[in-house]
């Protein structure tokens, strides 16, 4: 199975690069291009900047991993300043590395190791659902978070309950673990 590259800026001297350098340059002009207007359509920016349908597309694929621009079917979105989702404990998650570009995505293993990490350290609380957070947090998607949290599933540590949601289950109550006292 081949994973997806991750889309980075086009090679200076290309006119890929010429393209984005544009396009991050229209994203910069905030009074024309204020967050949550469109930008205009690949059509548009092709014949504007004399480029094949792939070379804008690459650009704008940049643009949405670093969180620039939202890309949907009706166009593409400004999507203002990037910045991290915050946790539960209110810092901020997936800081940009060193080179300026969003922090990787873990893998579903790694992510699968930090959801037992937190369920260990009482971070997750039983009872509170988990998937939508996760999802936000490390800007996974759900079918990335069902397989980390299938093996976690499997040995008990959470449950999936349809219209709650997936979240650690209370542990049983009194002193025998669920056994009668007498």
Sequence with gaps: ???PKTPR??????????VYDALVGMLADTEKYPPGTRLPSYMELRQRYGV?????SNAMESLAYEGRVVIR???????????????ETGSRVSEPSANGRPAQRPTAARLGAIVRKRIANGVIKPGQPISNALTAEFGV??????????????????????????YVPHPPEGPGRGSHAR
């Design 1 to 3: 199975m081949t994973l």
């Design 9 to 18: 800026p086009p090679q200076p001297g290309t006119r890929g690069r010429a």
């Design 52 to 56: 094949s349908p792939s070379v804008v």
């Design 73 to 87: 079917q009706s166009g593409v979105t400004v999507q203002g300043k990037c910045r991290p989702p915050v946790n």
């Design 141 to 166: 998607s759900r079918s990335v978070l069902l397989s980390a949290l299938a093996p976690l599933h499997n040995e008990g540590l959470l449950v999936y309950t349809r219209g709650v949601g997936t």
